[in-house]
C-alpha cells in the first residue's frame, strides 16, 4: 500500500516563501511521476508541477519562475518550493504519486496566502 504524507504547509504572506514535502512509502517503482495539485475553494483540481523520476519538470503557467519542484529518489521525497507567494496561490495542495497508471493521493496541506 502506498502512503504519501505532506509536510510544509501553513499561512505566508504575500511575497513570501513556503516549501512543500512529501514522502512516499510503500511498494513505489523506481520509474514514476511525482507531483503537486492545488484546489482552492469552489474550483477545481489543478496541477502545478510535476516532476519524472529522471528529473524532468512540468509548470503551471501561473506559478513558473516562482515555484521549483524537485524530488530525492532515494527518499522517494518529492519537494515544491514556493516563492513571491500570491493570493491566488491559496489552495490545498496535495501530493500525487503516479506509477503504471495508477494514481496516488495525500490527504493535502493547507497554504494560505495573506494579502
Known amino acids: 500500500q502506498v502512503q504519501l504524507v505532506e509536510a510544509g504547509g501553513g499561512l505566508a504572506q504575500t511575497g513570501g516563501s513556503l516549501r512543500l514535502s512529501c514522502a512516499a512509502s510503500g511498494i513505489i517503482f523506481s520509474i514514476n511521476l511525482m507531483g503537486w495539485y492545488r484546489q482552492a475553494p469552489g474550483k477545481q483540481r489543478e496541477l502545478v508541477a510535476d516532476?519524472?523520476?529522471?528529473?524532468?519538470?512540468n509548470y503551471k503557467d501561473s506559478v513558473k519562475g516562482r515555484f521549483t519542484i524537485s524530488r530525492d529518489n532515494a527518499k522517494n521525497t518529492v519537494y515544491l518550493q514556493m516563492n513571491s507567494l500570491k493570493p491566488e496561490d491559496t489552495a490545498v495542495y496535495y501530493c500525487?504519486?503516479?506509477?503504471?497508471?495508477?494514481?496516488?493521493w495525500g490527504k493535502g496541506t493547507l497554504v494560505t496566502v495573506s494579502s
Open positions: 516532476i519524472t523520476s529522471g528529473g524532468g519538470t
Open positions: 500525487n504519486l503516479r506509477v503504471r497508471s495508477l494514481d496516488y
